[in-house]
């Protein structure tokens, strides 16, 4: 079966701290894997994609993220956060359909 | 570029009633999506249209939801009659293909009383 983990719901960090947001998938298929933010009462946006090539994929605000096929992983990682990245970030895969994770809330306290 | 149009941004109606999301993609874009979000989860996947064709309904609840996507461009998502369930945010998305990247419109906030 195909489907998509996020397994922290909730992660308060520390302003300037790092943060990885974990994001594990199953799939029999090859799989397009993405992440989205959705800051408070704004519309989802893309932060990275991976559709194939290097593994490691850089996106906006300072986000990367590593696709791991071994581990079936694509984690989201940030050296230093802001505040202004408190949001709730969604994982995301497609392969034969589309699979949103149930969503990370990133909370950085001053 | 104008992005993902959705009207109404909110409604509330009362229980039994019908009511209707229209999505205006981004211009050029053949894929078009349906998502339900429900507080504190993910969006989930209500249709998806490629042009005018919806090619994946499974999860749309057909005995009281329906959508059509006419000449391929804009869409309409409707509910008849609603529940206190369908309380939720409908999002409309569009992409280029279904690999390339989904731009989100803003939603629309429905509350059913």
């Known amino acids: 079966a195909q489907s998509v983990t996020q397994l922290d719901s909730q992660v308060p960090v520390f302003e300037e701290a790092p943060v990885e947001l974990r994001c594990n998938y199953s799939?029999?298929?090859?799989?397009?894997l993405f992440w989205y933010v959705q800051y408070p009462n704004q519309g989802l946006q893309l932060l990275l994609k991976?559709?194939?090539?290097?593994?490691l994929v850089k996106g906006i605000n300072g986000f990367e993220a590593e696709f791991n096929k071994s581990q079936t992983s694509f984690h989201l990682r940030k050296p230093s956060v802001h505040i202004s990245d408190t949001a709730e970030y969604f994982c995301?895969?497609?392969?034969?359909?589309?699979?949103f994770g149930t969503g990370t809330s990133l909370t950085v306290i001053p | 570029e104008a992005g993902v149009v959705q009207s109404p941004r909110y409604k509330i109606i009362e229980k039994k009633q019908p009511v209707a999301f229209w999505c205006n993609p981004i211009?050029?874009?053949?894929?078009l999506y349906w998502y339900l979000q429900n507080l504190g989860q993910g969006p989930e996947l209500l249709i998806r249209?490629?042009?005018?064709?919806?090619?994946?309904d499974s999860q749309l609840p057909k005995d009281r939801f329906s959508a059509e996507r006419l000449k391929g461009v804009d869409s309409t998502l409707k509910i008849q009659p609603a529940e206190l369930g369908d309380s939720a945010v409908y999002l409309c998305?569009?992409?280029?293909?279904?690999?390339?990247?989904?731009?989100f419109g803003p939603g629309t906030r429905l509350l059913v009383l």
């Open positions: 995301v895969m497609t392969g034969n359909q589309f699979y």
């Open positions: 249209y490629e042009n005018e064709e919806a090619v994946d």
């Open positions: 799939s029999s298929v090859s799989v397009y």
């Open positions: 991976y559709l194939s090539g290097s593994t």
């Open positions: 998305a569009s992409s280029l293909s279904t690999t390339e990247t989904q731009y």
């Open positions: 211009s050029g874009h053949n894929t």
